[in-house]
């Protein structure tokens, strides 16, 4: 009767602080959590009542990646269809690939953010998700791009990235806003790349994966002695970013008093760490990201609007992978090629059918989802392209809809029709087909003007006449 009032978890960790940490987030979706110290401990409580009742298993890892990797097999041998999911601190894509394997169904990397861990267990519960297709085992594929290898040739997408470069150069604040899994990190990170400060250090925040009670310790630092348990000083990561840009990913997530000192950074350059009696100077870029529309957190009261306005100088806008269907072929390649040079990986081709079923997909988690349904799927493929029986997950979800929302290989981002059902004037046409081009080839204006098969002076004319020029920089 209990699984019918809440999904019940099983947390593999000794630490009381982290599982009092994974108990609180957990038990906003609704999830009850129990716990066992050690893997012989997990592995007897499967067969216990309250075993037999499990919806998901979370083993952190704070020891060798062999243990680890033997539990998570021992697990899957024991329940196949139990999803286990692995928290660690080492984001080596080493360990993701043992640990899929070994039969994981997902891969977190601390410190853990909320939204994450709630995605995860959200997908791991899913009657429909048992293989885990969808959920989030990559997390992070490192190496930053820069903005002319940022695939994507929809215009919005393209515009929104020509307003990212230019405000690059500039000193001012930007907030990026988007849907969780759109590459607003990629965005930012690429801001960076392109800034007169690329030299200097990046340092990214999960706003919302700091516990309330610690955020201006994380943010501003600490003096010996200023609270209980603050045994040595604590640089904040605005110092650690002297120089350079601050990341604040998920900024809405700030409490109000968090809020109003980062105001007082960003109107006097000042920070002054919890003891300390005097302020610093600190010459910090700041770009912030959110997944949620922070006007309405203005007008809910829950974000300070004289912030907002602080933060918002230059606003830049992702749009999901949903609204840009015709970037998902070149996107996919783009990603297993990332893939295939990570450790342990091979290089994989993906067949047109399968770009189809991928085409035919929402993809509410974006980018992120994509590349961790590719990940996934090259991991387990045995062959030497991606097919659609790669993605049985994504199959499965589409059962009754499986009609690709555009041909991969016929046009791929260019709309011909109106609203209306007319065709649209051409000259609009050829400036989508041209910023396809510019996007699918990576900004090489050689291979673009060759491609189209015409000359490069006759490319830049046209860029001007079509008044596309900014949003192909």
Same mark, same amino acid.
């Given at each position: 009767?209990?699984?019918?009032?809440?999904?019940?978890?099983?947390?593999?960790?000794?630490?009381?602080?982290?599982?009092?940490?994974?108990?609180?987030?957990?038990?906003?979706?609704?999830?009850?959590?129990?716990?066992?110290?050690?893997?012989?401990?997990?592995?007897?409580?499967?067969?216990?009542?309250?075993?037999?009742?499990?919806?998901?298993?979370?083993?952190?890892?704070?020891?060798?990646?062999?243990?680890?990797?033997?539990?998570?097999?021992?697990?899957?041998?024991?329940?196949?269809?139990?999803?286990?999911?692995?928290?660690?601190?080492?984001?080596?894509?080493?360990?993701?690939?043992?640990?899929?394997?070994?039969?994981?169904?997902?891969?977190?990397?601390?410190?853990?953010?909320?939204?994450?861990?709630?995605?995860?267990?959200?997908?791991?519960?899913?009657?429909?998700?048992?293989?885990?297709?969808?959920?989030?085992?990559?997390?992070?594929?490192?190496?930053?791009?820069?903005?002319?290898?940022?695939?994507?040739?929809?215009?919005?997408?393209?515009?929104?990235?020509?307003?990212?470069?230019?405000?690059?150069?500039?000193?001012?604040?930007?907030?990026?806003?988007?849907?969780?899994?759109?590459?607003?990190?990629?965005?930012?990170?690429?801001?960076?790349?392109?800034?007169?400060?690329?030299?200097?250090?990046?340092?990214?925040?999960?706003?919302?994966?700091?516990?309330?009670? &610690?955020?201006?310790?994380?943010?501003?630092?600490?003096?010996?002695?200023?609270?209980?348990?603050?045994?040595?000083?604590?640089?904040?990561?605005?110092?650690?970013?002297?120089?350079?840009?601050?990341?604040?990913?998920?900024?809405?997530?700030?409490?109000?008093?968090?809020?109003?000192?980062? &105001?007082?950074?960003?109107?006097?350059?000042?920070?002054?760490?919890?003891?300390?009696?005097?302020?610093?100077?600190?010459?910090?870029?700041?770009?912030?990201?959110?997944?949620?529309?922070?006007?309405?957190?203005?007008?809910?009261?829950?974000?300070?609007?004289?912030?907002?306005?602080?933060?918002?100088?230059?606003?830049?806008?992702?749009?999901?992978?949903?609204?840009?269907?015709?970037?998902?072929?070149?996107?996919?390649?783009?990603?297993?090629?990332?893939?295939?040079?990570?450790?342990?990986?091979?290089?994989?081709?993906?067949?047109?059918?399968?770009?189809?079923?991928?085409?035919?997909?929402?993809?509410?988690?974006?980018?992120?989802?994509?590349?961790?349904?590719?990940?996934?799927?090259? /991991?387990?493929?045995?062959?030497?392209?991606?097919?659609?029986?790669?993605?049985?997950?994504?199959?499965?979800?589409?059962?009754?809809?499986?009609?690709?929302?555009?041909?991969?290989?016929?046009?791929?981002? /260019?709309?011909?029709?109106?609203?209306?059902?007319?065709?649209?004037?051409?000259?609009?046409?050829?400036?989508?087909?041209?910023?396809?081009?510019?996007?699918?080839?990576?900004?090489?204006?050689?291979?673009?003007?060759?491609?189209?098969?015409?000359?490069?002076?006759?490319?830049?004319?046209?860029?001007?006449?079509?008044?596309?020029?900014?949003?192909?920089?």
């Amino acid at each position: 009767m209990a699984k019918a009032n809440a999904k019940v978890l099983m947390l593999v960790d000794d630490e009381p602080a982290q599982r009092r940490l994974v108990a609180a987030i957990a038990a906003r979706a609704g999830w009850r959590t129990i716990f066992a110290d050690t893997g012989e401990e997990a592995l007897d409580a499967l067969n216990t009542e309250q075993g037999l009742l499990l919806d998901a298993v979370l083993i952190d890892q704070y020891g060798p990646g062999e243990g680890t990797i033997a539990l998570i097999e021992a697990m899957h041998a024991r329940r196949p269809a139990l999803p286990v999911l692995l928290l660690t601190a080492h984001g080596s894509i080493e360990i993701a690939v043992g640990a899929m394997r070994a039969g994981a169904s997902d891969y977190l990397i601390k410190p853990i953010a909320p939204d994450r861990l709630l995605g995860a267990l959200d997908a791991a519960s899913s009657s429909r998700a048992n293989i885990g297709e969808l959920r989030p085992l990559s997390e992070k594929i490192k190496a930053p791009l820069g903005f002319g290898e940022i695939v994507g040739a929809a215009p919005q997408f393209r515009a929104a990235l020509a307003i990212a470069a230019k405000a690059a150069r500039a000193r001012v604040p930007v907030l990026i806003e988007g849907e969780s899994g759109v590459g607003k990190e990629v965005v930012a990170e690429a801001i960076h790349a392109a800034s007169p400060r690329t030299k200097k250090p990046w340092v990214a925040v999960n706003c919302g994966a700091i516990p309330e009670n &610690l955020v201006e310790s994380e943010l501003f630092g600490h003096e010996r002695g200023a609270f209980t348990g603050a045994f040595e000083r604590k640089l904040g990561r605005f110092q650690e970013a002297d120089g350079g840009t601050i990341f604040l990913d998920e900024v809405g997530e700030l409490p109000l008093d968090a809020q109003v000192k980062l &105001l007082r950074v960003l109107q006097s350059g000042e920070i002054q760490p919890i003891g300390a009696r005097v302020t610093r100077d600190v010459d910090v870029r700041v770009v912030a990201a959110t997944n949620k529309k922070l006007i309405e957190e203005v007008a809910a009261g829950r974000f300070r609007e004289d912030l907002y306005y602080r933060l918002n100088v230059v606003q830049v806008t992702i749009p999901p992978l949903r609204d840009r269907p015709g970037d998902l072929p070149a996107l996919a390649r783009h990603l297993l090629a990332r893939i295939a040079a990570q450790p342990g990986m091979r290089g994989l081709g993906i067949t047109d059918e399968a770009l189809s079923l991928l085409m035919s997909f929402s993809w509410p988690g974006n980018v992120r989802q994509l590349q961790n349904a590719l990940f996934r799927a090259a /991991v387990l493929c045995e062959g030497e392209a991606l097919t659609s029986a790669d993605f049985p997950q994504i199959a499965l979800q589409n059962h009754d809809n499986i009609t690709p929302l555009m041909s991969p290989v016929a046009g791929a981002g /260019v709309t011909l029709f109106e609203a209306d059902g007319h065709i649209r004037n051409l000259e609009e046409i050829e400036a989508d087909v041209i910023r396809l081009a510019i996007g699918h080839y990576r900004g090489r204006m050689t291979e673009v003007a060759r491609r189209l098969g015409i000359g490069r002076s006759t490319l830049y004319r046209k860029l001007g006449e079509l008044g596309i020029g900014d949003v192909a920089a």
